[in-house]
Nanobody, 121 residues
Framework: VQLQACGGGLVQPGGSLRLSCAAS????????MGWYRQAPGKQRDLVAS???????NYADSVKGRFTISRDNAKNTMYLQMNGLKPEDTAVYYC????????????????WGQGIQVTVSQ
């Protein structure tokens, strides 16, 4: 099982980006999924999360600007980021709690590779 994230880049303040995170491999089911970010010299913090049923949770700093969603048929999660600010600059990571077909009773926490999001003039 692995997570592949994409969609980062450089954007001007006020701009938008859409991140994607696709899970692949021998997947039985996916529970909660989430996006985290880590700025230089800071800890990794939760940005947004979404349950398998579609319930969402956001960090206060991104409420009203970011939208998390998922396509369960495609095992893919998205993060639409609008109104980006310089303080959103960070490496973004996706995370998912997954039951594999090999061990369907066990839940493993998987991380995608980090992708850089830079908000700057």
């Amino acid at each position: 099982v692995q997570l592949q994230a994409c969609g980062g880049g450089l954007v001007q303040p006020g701009g938008s980006l859409r991140l994607s995170c696709a899970a692949s491999g021998s997947i039985f089911s996916i529970n909660d999924m989430g996006w985290y970010r880590q700025a230089p010299g800071k800890q990794r913090d939760l940005v947004a999360s979404i349950t398998s049923g579609g319930s969402t949770n956001y960090a206060d700093s991104v409420k009203g600007r970011f939208t998390i969603s998922r396509d369960n048929a495609k095992n893919t999660m998205y993060l639409q980021m609008n109104g980006l600010k310089p303080e959103d600059t960070a490496v973004y990571y996706c995370n998912a709690d997954i039951r594999s077909r090999r061990s369907p009773l066990a839940i493993g926490s998987y991380w995608g590779q980090g992708i850089q999001v830079t908000v700057s003039q």
